[in-house]
């Protein structure tokens, strides 16, 4: 495992004002995440001979070259998810930054074969992409989890992925237009350019000093997890969990469907996929989100804090069907749409993904890691994400992609307001029995 410095300038430093290490963290993990996209999102800005493209056939419908690749890359990063829940939770502290400089270097090489493997080849080269950098996110939750400060911190990796999606589908678009690389190369070309930011960001989350005495009276220990404590935790919390992982089975899909086929959806609409059009659909997104988790970040209280989480989640709910009903009306056009469709997605899967659960880690007094609910609920996600472009190809292949995802958003407009409220029932109800007896 490679061995990277630690600063002790750089550590006194940010020892020595909350609000400094606060913003550094913010924007290493911003910069960290957003760089980890550009070795997964960029090859979804290729079509790959469109709708014309078969990659195989099933029940006489087929699957096209592009979805057969999303779906390798989700199918390997689902996997990913599932060995994170253990890999995450038991990894320590000083143990990220290696850890996460082993797995982007791991992606960087399958991107490679992606570029020269033959044909559908290729489907397995994104798989092993999506197999390293699955357990990205839950490491850098490991090392910002349990400080006073952590949804901010947090807001930086939201802020990231938020935004890292519309502008490296863009950038990858750019690409192509220059006529540099063709479509296969081109995210091998992207992600080389992000590969040196990636490395300086993991350097300095190196650098953050573990959470102090005040972050565990408030927020609660922290500790690796080894398999009788993961346990523990789904023995305490499974129908919590349950509810947690059927929310998050259906937004991921959700987004991830949405993410994957924007440029599409923008076609089927009639608009251009210029460059800034993918840019000025998500960044108001990504100010929305970032700005909400701040905002979670000032309320110190747990139980306030846990409540303010779901309403977040259950204004964004609302959200996707409000708009969605508006779209189909007349009352706003397809690009006020997606960027409204996607606050609502947004501000519900952001929030369940990273604050809720550790504002439930801190007010439910558990002494675990927040990383292995993260993972574990994610694993379960990105299985509803493989569930739905299956769906979508084989079983829904005469419904368009518009049709289908605006249907979608109704789902998930009623799923996720009836799934806040449980979720939020049940952990208010443990939180205070921990209260009660400490």
């Known amino acids: 495992m490679p061995r990277l410095r630690e600063s002790s300038k750089v550590r006194d430093f940010l020892n020595s004002d909350p609000l400094w290490l606060g913003t550094v963290a913010f924007l ?115 090392v910002l989890e349990g400080r006073r400060l952590s949804e901010a911190m947090f807001a930086g990796l939201a802020a990231s992925y938020v935004l890292a999606g519309g502008w490296l589908r863009a950038a990858g678009r750019w690409i192509l237009d220059t006529g540099l690389v063709n479509e296969f190369w081109m995210p091998l070309a992207l992600a080389t350019c992000f590969l040196p930011w990636f490395l300086a960001g993991a350097w300095v989350l190196h650098q953050l000093p573990p959470p102090g005495r005040e972050d565990e009276m408030e927020r609660a220990a922290r500790p690796a997890m080894d398999r009788h404590r993961r346990k523990d935790f789904i023995r305490e919390f499974f129908p919590g969990v349950m509810l947690l992982a059927l929310m998050f089975f259906l937004l991921t899909a959700y987004r991830d469907f949405r993410d994957n086929f924007q440029v599409d959806l923008f076609v089927e609409m009639g608009m251009e996929t210029e460059p800034v059009l993918l840019l000025m659909t998500e960044t108001p997104v990504a100010l929305v989100v970032t700005l909400s988790l701040v905002f979670l970040s000032m309320v110190r209280d747990n139980r306030r804090a846990l409540i303010t989480g779901y309403s977040l989640m259950a204004v964004g709910s609302a959200m996707l069907g409000i708009s969605t009903a508006l779209f189909q009306n007349g009352m706003i056009g397809g690009g006020m749409w997606m960027m409204l469709s996607g606050m609502g997605a947004y501000l519900a899967y952001v929030p369940l993904g990273s604050a809720v659960i550790e504002r439930t880690i801190a007010y439910t007094r558990f002494v675990g890691t927040a990383a292995f609910a993260i993972s574990l609920v994610d694993a379960v996600g990105y299985t509803g994400s493989v569930g739905v472009i299956l769906w979508k190809d084989f079983f829904a292949a005469d419904l368009s ?38």
């Open 28 to 142: 290493a993990a911003f910069v960290t995440y957003f760089s980890m996209y550009a070795f997964r999102r960029p090859f979804v800005a290729g079509t790959y001979g469109g709708e014309a493209s078969e990659f195989l056939q099933f029940h006489g419908e087929g699957i096209t070259f592009k979805s057969a690749f999303i779906l390798s890359q989700v199918l390997g990063y689902a996997v990913s998810k599932y060995l994170g829940a253990k890999f995450c939770s038991e990894t320590h502290r000083h143990q990220v930054a290696p850890r996460l400089v082993i797995l982007i270097l791991a992606a960087w090489l399958a991107l490679v074969f992606f570029g020269f493997l033959p044909g559908r080849w290729k489907a397995l080269a994104l798989f092993f992409n999506g197999l390293p950098i699955g357990m990205v996110w839950g490491l850098l939750v490991r």
């Open 401 to 438: 992609r518009l049709g289908f995802i605006t249907g979608f958003s109704w789902l998930m407009c009623l799923s996720g307001l009836l799934l806040s409220f449980a979720s939020l029932w049940y952990f208010l109800r443990k939180g205070s029995e921990a209260q009660m007896h400490p």
